[in-house]
């Protein structure tokens, strides 16, 4: 079967750095993507990672190990704004992304 | 200048009744998918068509039918509407195929749809 697993809920406080992880069995892989969506708007990108290691993006950092069905999101630098969901989504072997049932992070002041 | 779009934004109906939503994209992608996402902001592939193609048809009730008039375009139809319907209907588009590295979506805004 195919599986995303993230934490259901995080909180943390403005200036400090999180760790989202993510972990996935899926059949096949094409990529592994991270989304970010605010309370009742659409999912936006924020990264992909189809290769092992480590991609970086301004406060934003994706890492992924193939080879442990594993990934996380690291973000610096934390500010109110970033309080949202964030969906950890797996390619296989098809077109569709399979999505994880999102990590909603708080960040308080 | 909206590069995924979807009518309507929110959508109250009855019970039994039968209602569409719309979703159309000026990105030049060619393959677009619907998803669910319920009360808990778990977002469930539901169809995908790859240039007016169904490729990916999920465990859905038969009373949703999407249908692809032409790649820039992609409706959902839903006959017999029930409570448990109730949930946000994302639409997106990618681009897949060769020299494409990245199949990541782009999302329309969302139709939250409410049967009462």
């Known amino acids: 079967g195919q599986n995303i697993d993230q934490p259901t809920e995080m909180t943390a406080t403005e200036g400090a750095i999180v760790q989202i992880n993510c972990t996935y069995q899926?059949?096949?892989?094409?990529?592994l993507f991270w989304y970010q969506q605010h309370a009742g708007e659409a999912p936006t990108f924020l990264s992909y990672?189809?290769?092992?290691g480590l991609e970086e993006k301004g406060r934003f950092s994706s890492f992924l190990s193939r080879s442990k069905g594993y990934s996380y999101l690291l973000l610096k630098e934390l500010q109110m704004k970033d309080s949202a969901s964030y969906l950890c989504?797996?390619?296989?072997?098809?077109?569709?992304?399979?999505f994880g049932k999102g990590t909603t992070l708080s960040v308080s002041s | 200048d909206t590069a995924v779009s979807q009518t309507p934004k929110y959508l109250v109906t009855q019970m039994g009744n039968d209602k569409s939503i719309k979703c159309e994209q000026n990105?030049?992608?060619?393959?677009m998918y619907w998803y669910k996402q319920d009360s808990k902001k778990f977002l469930k592939i539901m169809f995908s068509?790859?240039?007016?193609?169904?490729?990916i048809n999920e465990t859905v009730p038969n009373r949703f039918s999407p249908k692809s008039p032409d790649k820039a375009h992609l409706n959902l139809h839903i006959n017999s509407l029930e409570l448990g319907d109730s949930a946000v209907y994302f639409c997106?588009?990618?681009?897949?195929?060769?020299?494409?590295?990245?199949?990541?979506?782009?999302f329309g805004s969302g139709t939250r749809l409410t049967v009462v």
């Open positions: 990105l030049g992608h060619d393959t």
């Open positions: 989504a797996v390619r296989g072997a098809g077109t569709a992304l399979i």
């Open positions: 899926t059949s096949g892989f094409n990529g």
């Open positions: 990672n189809v290769l092992d």
């Open positions: 997106a588009s990618s681009q897949v195929g060769p020299g494409v590295n990245n199949y990541g979506y782009t």
């Open positions: 068509y790859n240039n007016k193609e169904l490729i």
